[in-house]
Nanobody, 114 residues
């Protein structure tokens, strides 16, 4: 069974930092990334990175969050700096193959207090 196992997350004060990790049980994901969701809203892009290192960020996190990847460990990271209360959400790791097949992690809540 293909799995994406997330770690990190939790409660942090505004202006603080968190580091998320997501380990995939397979190496076939060309694109890995992070998405977030708040109650009543659709899951939206935070950041993605391809196996070649090409990144894409949501405008709201550009300059504050950094996505990186270790292909030897099938792991993607999200360094979240200068966190704001508006960043409070459930964050999900995603892996997607070149054929479009994708898998989601279990999701972890991030709460930023003001």
């Amino acid at each position: 069974q293909v799995q994406l196992v997330e770690s990190g997350g939790g409660l942090v004060q505004a202006g603080g930092s968190l580091r998320r990790s997501c380990v995939a049980s397979i190496s076939s994901f060309n694109t890995m990334g992070w998405y977030c969701q708040t109650p009543g809203n659709q899951r939206g892009l935070v950041a993605t990175i391809t196996s070649a290192g090409t990144t894409d960020y949501a405008e709201s996190v550009n300059g504050r969050f950094t996505i990186s990847r270790d292909n030897t460990k099938n792991t993607v990271y999200l360094q979240m700096n200068s966190l704001e209360p508006e960043d409070t959400a459930d964050y999900y790791c995603n892996g997607r193959t070149l054929t479009g097949w994708s898998r989601w992690g279990q999701g972890t809540q991030v709460t930023v207090s003001s």
